[in-house]
């Protein structure tokens, strides 16, 4: 889907680092950026714990923008905050559908009509009175979609982030305003929602990495939303790519997600460990308690020695020609004693299976119990 990038008011572009001026004409364009201090997710409903009666603060740079009645935009690690004389008007994230998607997925708005509302309102940034005003869309409609768009935004803008925000003075969003939000109202319903997902299920784990069924029968009685939700685990999807492809708020997957997980039905999928050829190197033959061995990697194409041997031509013990037969050279080497040839078959075998361990393992059992 094309975005319509937000544009900054008039004004210049300089750099301002952290400082307040002091006249607000003379900060319209500018930017500010600093290291925020950030809540460590530790599987914990990540907090900010009040100290001495101040209520707790999620980002001291936006309380800050709040106080002296910013208007511009605040970019954090995972969405960005639409301020207007220190309120929250809109909010984005990566990790949740858009107001139009919302709109548009749930048949409250046909694209079309949105498409045409962004052309013919999004440079004057008026988008969202012109949904209003051709009747698209009442009013109440759109503030309550928006309200829910910007709650969910600002839950994940607002996590638990590792690099710094950055507040660019004068810009503003071509949606336009439609129902602003303070500051203190967004950092509560932030709070109080991560406090319920802990108390759903306190390991922070299902919210962001990829989720696979347990294999627990499911019950009959699951209720329908959560029965969708678990229709797209698929063991690839987080919970972001399932709210983008149901069309739904990212936080109330993360409410189903975190239930389904509770009742043992979905977990977080294993870290893949990439296997590799079996390095036949580490078996040893040898010719007996007193003899040589030799051990090193398999070669495995034209030219071949086989498992055990040091190059192509050796004629040391355990080399083999291409056929699999022993050299000229190797008739006069003591036999191997038979635990060594029941090792050697097995690494063989090993390199012309397809599941090589298992091929080993069952031609080592079968050799050993022929003895």
């Known amino acids: 889907m094309t975005t319509v990038e937000a544009r900054p008011l008039p004004g210049r572009d300089t750099a301002d680092d952290d400082r307040a001026d002091d006249d ?9 950026t600093t290291p925020e201090d950030t809540t460590p ?45 220190g309120q929250v008007v809109h909010a984005e994230s990566p990790a949740t559908p858009g107001l139009d998607v919302l709109l548009t997925t749930r048949g409250a708005l046909g694209s079309d009509g949105w498409w045409e509302a962004v052309s ?56 336009g305003p439609v129902r602003p939000v303070s500051v203190d109202a967004v950092e509560r319903e932030t709070l109080r929602r991560r406090d319920l997902l802990h108390r ?17 029968a499911v019950d009959s009685a699951l209720p329908p939303r959560q029965r969708t939700v678990l229709d797209q685990v698929d063991g690839e999807r987080t919970a972001s790519d399932i709210s983008l492809v149901l069309g739904r708020p990212g936080f109330h997957t993360l409410v189903d997600l975190r239930r389904l997980a509770a009742a043992g039905i979905v977990t977080t999928r294993s ?42 031509g050796s004629s040391g013990p ?4 291409p056929d699999g037969s022993r050299t000229p050279e190797e008739a006069s080497v003591t036999p191997l004693s038979p635990v060594s040839t029941v ?23 079968d050799a050993l119990e022929a003895l």
Do not use: K
């Open 41 to 85: 997710d530790r599987g914990s409903p990540n907090r900010a714990e009040p100290r001495s009666g101040i209520p707790p603060t999620l980002s001291p740079m936006l309380s800050r923008l709040a106080e002296e009645r910013a208007t511009g935009v605040l970019t954090r690690e995972r969405g960005v905050l639409y301020l207007v004389e």
């Open 271 to 312: 870290p893949t460990i990439t296997s590799g050829p079996v390095p036949t190197g580490s078996v040893t033959a040898g010719t007996g308690p007193s003899g040589p061995t030799e051990s090193g990697p398999a070669e495995s194409g034209p030219g071949s020695s086989g498992p055990g041997s040091s190059g192509p």
């Open 120 to 175: 013919e309102a999004g440079a004057d940034r008026r988008v969202g009175r012109f949904l209003v005003d051709s009747g698209r869309l009442t009013a109440g409609a759109l503030e309550l979609c928006h309200l829910g768009a910007l709650y969910d935004a600002a839950f994940f803008t607002l996590g638990p982030s590792s690099g710094p925000a950055r507040f660019r003075y004068g810009v503003a969003h071509w949606i």
């Open 24 to 32: 607000t004409a003379d900060r319209v364009g500018t930017d500010r």
């Open 343 to 365: 090792v050697a078959q097995a690494a063989e075998a090993a390199q012309a299976s397809a599941d090589p361990d298992v091929a080993l393992l069952r031609r080592l059992r």
């Open 200 to 216: 759903i299920w306190p390991e922070p784990g299902t919210d962001t990495e990829p989720l696979v069924r347990t294999g627990r």
């Open 318 to 321: 355990g080399s083999s020609g």
